[in-house]
């Protein structure tokens, strides 16, 4: 009997032993998961580390655009928020109005927290994360996007001016180090007194670029990003869109700019 009771005891000490060590696995895991879990500041959904990219929209609100384009572009929107932002961009949202110094800065700036279904589901709470995503991301940018009527009918269309604003207090100011993409909604013509795209014939960038405006219409900003151009029919009827993307594509690709792409928007 006390050769069974020693041997017995010996097992109860191994077998707490197993335990302890399985206990002191599992907190040590724990700890290494909540000491390197990315954390996020609370008021721009940003890692604490920084954005990882980011996304600037520059919407123009210089023209009225028929209905069907603006449902199309709140569709586009949508999905580019829903499917294509990645996890830790920032999202800033520029508005192209008739003056330019009062929409220098973005209507709307923060990151994408993620979704649920690109989290680690055994470290993450669904509650959380859809919280994050829906009610303080998506739902606030929704809220800023339907307040741009595109119903006015401006004087002035300053693009050029606001393509250097989006260089300066877009991608300059929040000094992204991963990849710079800028997405356009716009007529792309240009309407100042020094200079007009309305007009029937539009120069060749070439031509432009020669000119004081030309040269004073330089957007260092932007160098290092690229950029798509969602292209919204105005009530002007003056310019082929294929000669105009050449315009934009070689005013661009002089400025650092990859282009993307350059793609009508859908309706009438």
Known sequence: ???????KGLSGKAVGVMFGGVALIAASAMIYINFTRETFDKETLCPSTGPKGQY???IDNTSPFPFTQKVALGQR???MVTEELPEGYLLSVFLLGEDFK????PLFERCNPGQWKDRNQQTSNKKFVDRDFNQKFVKPFDDIVHKISLEERSKNSP???MLQLVGINGFERAHVSGERRLVIYSDMLANMPEFSMYKASLPQYAEFRKTA????????GLSGS????????????MLQSN??????????????VSVEGFSRVEGL
């Open 1 to 7: 009997m006390a050769i069974y009771a020693q041997k």
């Open 56 to 58: 600037v929209v520059l």
């Open 77 to 79: 929107l949508k999905t």
């Open 102 to 105: 009062s929409n220098e800065k």
């Open 159 to 161: 693009i050029f001016q």
């Open 213 to 220: 405006y030309g040269q004073n219409a330089a957007a260092p």
């Open 226 to 237: 690229s950029v798509t151009i969602n292209l919204l029919a105005a009530d002007h009827k």
């Open 243 to 256: 000669k105009l993307a050449l315009f934009w594509e070689q005013y661009f690709q002089d400025n650092g």
